[in-house]
Structure formats: structure tokens, C-alpha cells
């Protein structure tokens, strides 16, 4: 099975890809700041050059730092080693659902099997400390979807992520890391990562030598919903992680589905709620198979560029200190913020990439912004 | 809590309440034949005097059984000696809901604290054989909803029934009988079914020593539903009678909540195929409560009697010959017999009529009609 029925190719010169890989280890820039800057700017070279002088107009409270050619080319290298690529949105390699998401990283460091990433993907998520019953089933669905041709995607985690990991080594599965390639966690499951390189594969949006902190956890998340046609939640307490994961795949517009339990078993508690919510019950492989299928026959759409609208960088003084006062620690949208000045959305699109660079500015899922 | 907001009220005469039971109580007189009778004839009076004649005509085997007068008074004292009144729809203790279905009872037998049977009802139902996990839920949910002003109604029986029955005992419970009230099964449930009479009640369509067959327990549990605003389901496994009164109770236009399991539990396999086929996930009693809220808001519209369609009691016999040779064992709608035969509606109904009468045709839900 292949699910790489895009609609846009994509490939990188290898300067360009220097200069994409500097642009996105550099301070500030995000995946979503790369992608404004990028448009705007016509490239990732011209994008670098005007970096410091936007930063300083947000109002940097110091010099933030450009990522040197010299340090690209040692990342690259060093990726080399490990046998890791670094590819773009449309490049051979970089899953193709992942690549229509808002946020999708410009590169991402892609290892093993690499094939497997171009194929259809399930995920399987759930608690790290399941009962032995999410751990049977989670290993048996994984086994099911395998067999039946899907990539498992999983976070390589303790409990529900090992279980699913292991049961799909022969078909495939696939590895979504919070650190860097040479920073697993947690570090007993090397093993285990070594055995899905075969036929699996790896992913990271991180740099090598990256530890994973925790508010990576929820960043790597979105990329495992977003590769897949769907999530499924095995098991799930109240406010666990996973259920993060099922909201931002809903989000993503990905199915969620999610496997029932007992109401006298808090493990299911986070599942239940799910489906009160919408998300679908599945009890076996079939049910998600019977789910997918209808979405994988739609051709998968890239996000075409963003338009060469003209930016006005030279919002005066007042445009610039009103559109601050409006920001505070709340999110707000980026609608709600254009309506609420007389400024033009242009000017407060340039006024908030001015602000993110200078590293004030948070950008949090469906288009909200908060002051740092 | 009341839930007798009905929209009309009925009172038998002494004389009519005799007559009704006659009928009601005669070979081949189900509910909706009763009904039909009643509508057609004006009076079960009127009924009674052409029973011989509709079932000759309908090709009877052997003259049925007409019950007399003096059967029908035996029943009412015996009833009387029991504390059992005989209601009909729309009379003070016959479940106002109970009175809207197509094959509601002509006549009920009620016992106990019959105003329990005017409050709104939630009715839970699951296996015999239930886990102890599924018997505590069961209580608990019984409780809670008891609790909160709703009678529970469920069927007397081992397992789930038993439990939600003994932790609504304060709050009123209904117990639906499926043989005569003084025919009670299982015979050790006898106390319970005394413990259920203090603040709750019980009901039976039956005739005092009826002993329940198998085939009565279907035929009760479309009471059970019937009867409720909503059904849950708390344990069944796969092909379990429980998942058939859910099927009843969605035709009857109940709410169906069912209460999910792991995949890896055979018990809870029913449950989460209702909730696939889009019955509402429950943990709590507030799910439940929430979901029927807007229900007890509406006015419960009682059936309006038929219309005094003429009908046409002259079929000729080509006609009635060509009307059976399209029966036959395989169910087929009313429907769609009238449009397969150049025979009016009325002479069809009227043909139907007989054949019921004369023990050769069965009705089963949904307007759907076989031979036998």
C-alpha cells in the first residue's frame, strides 16, 4: 500500500537545503514563522539576511542567534553518520499527510526504512503505565493493522507505544522521537528503536545531540497524529497526555478513535470521554480499516504557498505600540486581533512575526497568539 | 416527578372494562388486533359478536376460544384478591408512555405503589450471568438515577435486573412480569418482588396463572422499554436478549444508552456494538439524565384511535385468494402487500384481520406480516 497520492513534489538543492536548515535552527523561528518568512521573502537565504533587523524592530531584548553555514554543514555531516536525512515538505522520505499541516516541520530527520514513511499510517497511543489487557490489545491491534498493510506510528514510549511498536516490526512501524536521533528516550528502548530501523523508520524534528524536555513531548505529539489517517487512544486517564494528542489530531482533522472500557476502571476514563465527545469506538483492526479506507481514496492535498502578499514593514510607531497593548498572556486569534485595530491584517501579520523573532510571541494551535 | 403529562384520559365503565377483557383474553386477539377490532367495530362488544364470523371466513382450523363473561369477572376478583387492578391506556397507573405504542396492552395489571408507575422511568437492563464489576455499576447507576426522581424499571430477573431493582428499592421501582403476577420468575425473587411493592410496583400484560414461556420474555420486554424513556443496556455479550430490547426500544423511539467494556470482555461486546450502531456511550447517571432531560420537556402524545375506515367485509374470493398467495413465512410489510395486489387497502386489512383471527397470521413489529 502507498499513500504517497500527492500532489506536489518538491527537491531541495543542497544549498537550499543549508540555508533551510540554518533558517530553522535559528532562535525564534518555528515552523510556522519558516513558513511566513519563506513566503514573504521569496527563499530561506533572503529570509536569514533580514533576520536580525526584524528581530530588533519586535523589540529583542538581545541579539538572538543566527544559525551559521558552518554549523549546518556540521549537523548535516553528523546526520550523515547516522545515517539520518533531512528532508522537505514533498521530498522522498517525509510523510505526506504530515506535510499538509500548518506546522509541519520545514525538515524533518528521517532514518531506516524510509519507504515505510511514504505508506499509510495508523496511530496507536495510550498511558505509559497500562493494564495488562491495553498492553494485549494494544499489541494485537497493532498486529491487525500491520498485517493489513498500514505503518503503526506510535512515540516509542513506555507501555501502549511499546506494545504497538513491537507487534508491527515485520509490516513497518514507525517512530516518533521528542529528542534528537542520538538522544532516545526512554534509553532501554534502544533496542527496540535498532529493531524498527529494519523495516521501520524514525523521525525528528530536532537537532542531533537535542535531550528531550517535556514540553518537547507535546510538540512530537502532533507530529504522530498528523503523519496518520487517525489516532487511536487505548487506554487513557483523565487529562493524560494522550487525550492531548486526540484533540490536536481533531484539530489536524485526523479520525480519532478510541477503545472503550469499564466505567469502574479509571484507565478508561480518558477513552470513554472521547467518545462522549465524538471520537469513534473501535473494538478491533476492522473498524479503523472501515474507517480510513474512504479517506485514503481522496488525493492528499498539499497546503499550496502561502501568497506573495505584499508586506508593509514600515507600520509606524502607533500601529505597532496599539497592536502590542491588544496582546497579553491570553491567546487571542489573529482574526479577533485584525478586527479589533484599524491597521491593516498585513501590518499585523509583519508586527507579530517582528514580535515572534524577537522572541515575545507564542503561536498556539488554530490561529491564536499570546506575549511571552 | 411526574411524567404524566399525557394529552388524553380514559375511564372504562364497569361493563366496558368486562368486555374489554373478553376480547383482549380470546384465541387470536393480540394487542394490535384488539386495537384494530375496537377502531372498526366502535365497542369490544361489538368485536366479540363477529369473532366467530371474521375467523370462519379467515379459514380457522377449529372454532377459538372466546373468553365469556364469567372467565372475565373470575379474573377481576382474582385480581381483586391480589391487589392487581386491570387499566387501560390513559387511566391512572398504566405508564402514560407505555400508551403510546402501536402494540401497547388493552388492558395492564398493576400492583403495588401504582403512582410509581406515572413518574418518568429509565429502564436498565443487562445479563443474567453479569461480572461483579457489572452488577456494582448497575446498583450504582440504579441508585443515582433513583436518587434523582426516576423509577427504574427492569425485569425481575437474575444478575443486572436484580441489582438495579434492589438500589432503587426507596425510590420506587417497577418490576415488568412476563408471566401472570402470581406466577413469578424466578420463583426465589419472590421477596424482592415484595420488597419492590412497598414504593415501587409491578406489571403484567397476562393473565393470573400464565407461567412464562420463552417467547414471553421478548414480548415483556418491549414493556420494559416501552414503558421508559430510555434503556440501559449494562452488560450483554453478542446475539443476548438484552441487545434485542435495545433493538425494540430504538423502534419505539427510546433512548438507548449502553454502558461500554474492553474489547477483551465478552460481556461487554454487546454494549459496544449498540454504541457502534449509535447508541449513546454512558459512565454516569448524568449522561443518562442529560439525554432524557429534553424528553420529559415534550408532551407524551397518546396514539390517536384509528379512523372509522369503512371496511369492506365483503372481499370476494379471488380477491382473498390472491392476498394469501402472496404470504407466506418470510415477513413482508403491510405496504407492500397493498401495493402488490389490485385488492383496496381496506379489503387487504380486512383479509389480514380474518386470517389473524382464524390463527394463521402473525404480526411482528414494523407493519411486517407472515403466515404460519
Redesign the interface.
Known amino acids: 500500500m502507498d499513500d504517497s497520492n500527492i500532489t506536489r513534489a518538491t527537491h531541495l538543492t543542497d544549498a537550499e537545503r543549508i540555508d533551510w536548515l540554518r533558517l530553522i535552527r535559528s532562535d525564534n523561528v518555528g515552523p510556522r514563522t519558516f513558513r511566513s518568512l519563506l513566503s514573504h521573502f521569496g527563499s530561506a537565504r533572503a529570509a536569514l539576511a533580514r533576520l536580525p533587523d526584524l528581530a530588533r524592530r519586535g523589540g529583542a531584548a538581545r541579539e538572538g542567534r543566527i544559525c551559521t553555514e558552518e554549523d549546518a554543514r556540521a549537523e548535516l555531516a553528523a546526520c550523515k553518520r547516522l545515517d539520518v536525512s533531512l528532508v522537505a515538505p514533498g521530498e522522498a522520505g517525509y510523510p505526506p499527510r504530515l506535510a499538509t499541516l500548518d506546522d509541519a516541520p520545514p525538515l524533518l530527520g528521517v532514518r531506516g526504512a524510509v519507504e515505510a514513511l511514504m505508506r499509510p499510517m495508523i496511530a496507536i497511543v495510550g498511558s505509559r503505565n497500562a493494564s495488562g ?1 491495553g498492553l ?2 494494544a499489541g494485537q491491534l497493532a498486529h491487525d493493522l500491520s498485517e493489513a498493510g498500514f505503518v503503526v506510528a506510535s512515540g516509542l514510549a513506555r507501555g501502549i507505544d511499546q506494545a504497538a511498536h513491537r507487534t508491527s516490526l515485520n509490516g513497518g512501524t514507525v517512530a516518533m522521537l521528542a529528542g534528537g536521533h542520538d538522544r532516545i528516550y526512554p534509553p532501554e528502548h534502544e533496542d527496540l528503536l535498532a529493531a524498527i530501523l529494519t523495516s521501520g523508520a524514525a523521525i525528528s524534528e530536532m537537532p542531533l545531540g537535542h535531550v528531550p524536555r517535556a514540553r518537547d513531548f507535546p510538540r512530537r505529539n502532533r507530529l504522530i497524529s498528523g503523519a496518520a489517517l487517525g489516532v487511536v487512544v487505548v487506554e487513557a486517564a483523565h487529562r493524560s497526555g494522550s487525550l492531548i494528542t486526540a484533540r490536536v489530531a481533531a484539530e489536524q482533522g485526523r479520525e480519532v478513535f478510541a ?7 479509571p484507565r ?2 480518558g477513552t ?1 470521554d472521547l ?2 465527545q465524538g471520537a469513534t ?4 483492526a476492522a ?1 479503523v480499516i472501515q474507517a480510513v479506507e474512504p479517506i485514503m481514496e481522496r488525493p492528499i492535498e498539499l497546503r499550496e504557498p502561502d501568497g506573495n502578499e505584499p508586506l508593509d514593514f514600515d507600520a509606524d510607531a502607533n500601529e505597532r505600540a496599539r497592536i502590542i497593548d491588544l496582546l497579553g498572556p491570553t491567546p487571542i486569534s489573529l482574526d479577533d486581533l485584525i478586527r479589533m485595530t484599524d491597521a491593516s491584517p498585513s501590518t499585523v501579520r509583519v508586527v507579530l512575526l517582528e514580535l515572534e523573532l524577537a522572541g515575545r510571541l507564542e503561536r498556539q494551535g488554530g490561529g491564536m497568539v499570546s506575549l511571552i
Chains 1, 2 share one sequence.
Open positions: 489487557a494485549k490489545f477503545v472503550p472500557g469499564s466505567p469502574l476502571d478508561a476514563a470513554n467518545i462522549k469506538l473501535i473494538t478491533e473498524d
